[in-house]
């Protein structure tokens, strides 16, 4: 992600060093390709579960999933890899971790995961952080005779009676138990399936409606949805959420209330955009506000990159704050540590991590960073509202004595005060790359 082929708009933005993110809505996660976004609303918290394809992927080549989590629906918390392919003993298969589900039952987390070509597998853990374990050691469906078996949306109704949809080209469902990895009676086929639906089902319930969107009929795909008055159909198609385009392949719906508010999430190819217009499997999670009619029919979302994703509530920066947490990232990357720690890497000369709304209140006299240095000479400028905003500090990295050992280093703040984004602008004058390793940071 390092070779910028940008077309002229945001090459105009970055030569100009305005915040991009807050001019119209951007993939929400910059450090890796992330698609099949399916949002969870648990403890005031949207959890974002995402597939990930690799960065030299030209087809799907998809190995794991990720997990995202965020209060305000902008700034993102990076909490790595939640499940791999790996963690289905009876898989055979070295690719096709396809679009997942999690959702909480009765204090557990559920996460559904087709492992494509090999039926749908389920996980279960004690936290939406995992880890997560196959407790049943086997699919818990697998239509051997085809390979529509992918895209598993999960919902629990009024009553407790928990459903599973799933498939591509055809649309099926089986009636889960309340242990949810197992099921009762036998595997249902739509016969009647939404006009457009092409895969990815997301099914719910609001205000006595049901709903399942999907992506629609490729390519390229929209997302569609239809309604009915039964969790089990018959489904009536309502029409586009968002109308297909040129400017995406593919999409997959997510959709969640959170904070008095709806919103769709779906995929783009517009972070990839950034570096070719040749095609490749790599995706990015987006999402936007999305409007329901009196009558419960959903009106149409711009594509987008039309849109603009308002920050819910201010971001409190008096607290610990996981340095892999962003609004916009380009060109860094996020990895796991062998002592388990998740640490913000590849960070070079002139790149920067930006945060929205970060609430300074009265006003911040230190910052702190827990940093891994082997070199000299690596500083952070810390600036408000853009990369050449107002100077509020500056932070030498020195040396910790090697990249795997971390220390705190601080510097004093002066002049801020109030609501503004937050630029971490990273800089060397003894190298160009790999400056040093962020664990966290706070103000105080």
């Not at 009876?90 to 396809?98: E, F, I, M, S």
């Amino acid at each position: 992600m390092k070779t910028h082929l940008i077309f002229l708009p945001l090459l105009v933005q970055i030569l100009l060093n305005l915040p991009i993110v807050s001019s119209a809505q951007n993939p929400l996660i910059q450090t890796k390709y992330t698609a099949d976004p399916a949002p969870m609303v648990y403890n005031d918290t949207v959890f974002l579960y995402t597939t990930h394809d690799e960065d030299d992927a030209q087809g799907f080549k998809m190995l794991d999933w990720l997990l995202y989590s965020s209060t305000d629906m902008v700034n993102w918390t990076d909490h790595g890899i939640v499940a791999t392919l790996k963690d289905f003993k009876w898989a055979t298969r070295d690719n096709g971790a396809w679009a997942q589900q999690c959702i909480e039952r009765n204090g557990k987390f559920y996460m559904y995961c087709p492992l494509h070509g090999q039926g749908i597998g389920v996980l279960v853990a004690d936290t939406p952080y995992g880890p997560f374990k196959d407790p049943i050691n086997k699919p818990l469906v697998w239509q051997k005779e085809h390979w529509d078996d992918i895209d598993p949306s999960v919902f629990i109704d009024d009553d407790g009676q928990a459903y599973m949809y799933w498939g591509n080209p055809n649309v099926y469902y089986v009636k889960l138990n309340e242990d949810m990895i197992s099921y009762s009676g036998d595997i249902v086929k739509l016969e009647n399936k939404p006009e457009h639906y092409q895969e990815g089902p997301w099914v719910y319930k609001r205000n006595g409606h049901y709903y399942m969107a999907f992506a629609s009929t490729c390519c390229p795909e929209g997302i569609g949805y239809a309604m009915s008055d039964s969790p089990t159909g018959p489904w009536t198609t309502k029409g586009h959420i968002m109308k297909p385009t040129h400017r995406s392949r593919g999409n997959h719906p997510g959709i969640i209330d959170y904070k008095g508010s709806s919103y769709v999430f779906g995929l783009s190819y517009e972070l990839m955009h950034l570096e070719t217009f040749k095609h490749h499997e790599r995706r990015s999670s987006m999402a936007a506000k999305m409007h329901y009619n009196t009558d419960g029919t959903i009106q149409e979302v711009p594509y987008w990159a039309e849109t603009i994703l308002e920050q819910i509530e201010p971001f409190n920066p008096y607290r610990r704050v996981e340095a892999e947490t962003m609004a916009w990232g380009y060109g860094l990357k996020t990895e796991k540590m062998p002592d388990g720690r998740i640490c913000l890497t590849n960070i070079d000369n002139n790149e920067s991590l930006c945060l929205r709304g970060i609430d300074f209140k009265k006003g911040a006299r230190e910052f702190s960073v827990m940093a891994a240095c082997s070199v000299d000479g690596g500083y952070i400028e810390l600036r408000l509202g853009s990369t050449t905003g107002k100077l509020i500090g500056t932070l030498p990295v020195t040396r910790s004595g090697a990249m795997d050992r971390y220390k705190l280093m601080s510097c004093l703040i002066k002049g801020a005060g109030g609501v503004h984004d937050l630029y971490l602008c990273f800089k060397s004058n003894s190298q160009k790359d790999n400056l040093f390793f962020l664990d966290y940071w706070e103000f105080k």
